[in-house]
């Protein structure tokens, strides 16, 4: 069974998850307040990392070794690790899980003196001036000369009718986590990336059947990926394909609205879940009248992983950098740490 948890008598979550994301749920759809007698807690460091993921991970151990006080500020440490099932290109481990290796991004963080605060979400930040402020929900302050941020993204939604209201009801962004739901049932996945694929080629294993729509003239997937989904049996693939729409009874998913490109014409593919996998979001909206950001909203670095205000640095699958991949963004932490390091010992920051 999938656990689901209800405030209220409406549903707050559906699927796995922890004590911190359930507090944040409450947290967003109730609000909170500091209490007459709760201060600001200042907390003041060398350099501050926003973000647990493999980019800010990296930072903050990057920087740890160099001797400097270092705080990560991050929801969960993995960040969209988590969400991802099976993993075969982080060179040097030929196969691991997302689970696994959000375990041991903590497990490397602990062996450095990086005191990590999870559970955390970034309220507003000053970034003008020395010295950086970082405002979390709860009335924790973070104090640096230098920020490196590595907030990552987000599933991007299709946007389309009812796609909200359908939320954890039968339209899902993380088919491992929310795919058990429908063993011996049919379910659709919007996109042909590598997620999609992957996603479809999960989903097979459990479902008695899989739909999967592709917005282009060809999968983006991988040609083993491509491969390996043809073999399969009860799966169908088609393209030039656009989702326009999200039908159900007032309760669950019962269909979809799709769209052929090809001749404009509409029908209704009955399903009883979707899987929404077109990449992702970057999450840069806390920055976004601080620093500029690109027509995706990723916050525009240079080779160094400098921004545009001296002393705050970014890396991984929030900024421009291209290929989002975990080795990328581990690299990119690196990078921004030592550009950092770098500053601070010129006397930039």
Not at 63 to 85: C, E, F, M, N, Y
Not at 113 to 129: C, H, Q, S, Y
Not at 244 to 265: A, I, W
């Amino acid at each position: 069974a999938v656990p689901s948890v209800y405030a209220n008598g409406e549903q707050l979550h559906i699927g796995r998850g922890d004590l911190g994301v359930l507090l944040q749920k409450l947290e967003d759809r109730f609000g909170s307040e500091l209490s007459d007698s709760q201060e600001t807690v200042e907390r003041e460091y060398d350099v501050v990392v926003l973000g647990g993921g493999p980019a800010g991970t990296s930072a903050a151990i990057y920087s740890a070794r160099k001797g400097l006080k270092v705080a990560l500020v991050a929801g969960r440490i993995g960040g969209q690790v988590k969400d991802t099932v099976g993993i075969e290109n982080l060179i040097s481990v030929p196969k691991t899980t997302g689970a696994q290796l959000a375990d041991d991004l903590r497990k490397h963080l602990y062996n450095y003196p990086v005191e990590v605060f999870d559970n955390r979400k970034i309220d507003t930040v000053e970034l003008a001036g020395k010295q950086k402020r970082i405002h979390v929900k709860g009335g924790e302050v973070f104090l640096s000369p230098a920020v490196i941020i590595a907030t990552g993204a987000n599933w991007r939604k299709l946007n389309v009718n009812d796609e909200a209201k359908y939320i954890g009801h039968g339209v899902h962004f993380c088919p491992h986590c929310d795919g058990p739901f429908y063993k011996g049932r049919h379910v659709a996945v919007v996109g042909g990336g590598n997620s999609g694929v992957e996603a479809a080629i999960d989903l097979a294993g459990i479902c008695s059947k899989v739909t999967l729509l592709e917005f282009g003239e060809a999968l983006r997937a991988d040609t083993v990926l491509q491969e390996k989904i043809g073999s399969l049996p009860n799966v169908e693939v088609f393209t030039m394909s656009q989702t326009t729409g999200v039908l159900g009874n007032g309760e669950n998913v019962t269909s979809l609205r799709v769209k052929d490109r090809n001749t404009d014409q509409e029908r209704e593919i009955a399903v009883d879940g979707v899987f929404v996998q077109i990449g992702l979001a970057a999450n840069s909206d806390p920055f976004r009248d601080h620093l500029p950001l690109n027509a995706r909203k990723e916050i525009e670095v240079d080779a160094f992983c400098r921004t545009s205000v001296p002393g705050v640095y970014a890396a991984g699958d929030v900024t421009n950098v291209p290929f989002k991949q975990i080795i990328i963004a581990m690299g990119e932490g690196a990078k921004a740490a030592l550009s950092a390091f770098d500053d601070r010992v010129r006397g930039v920051i």
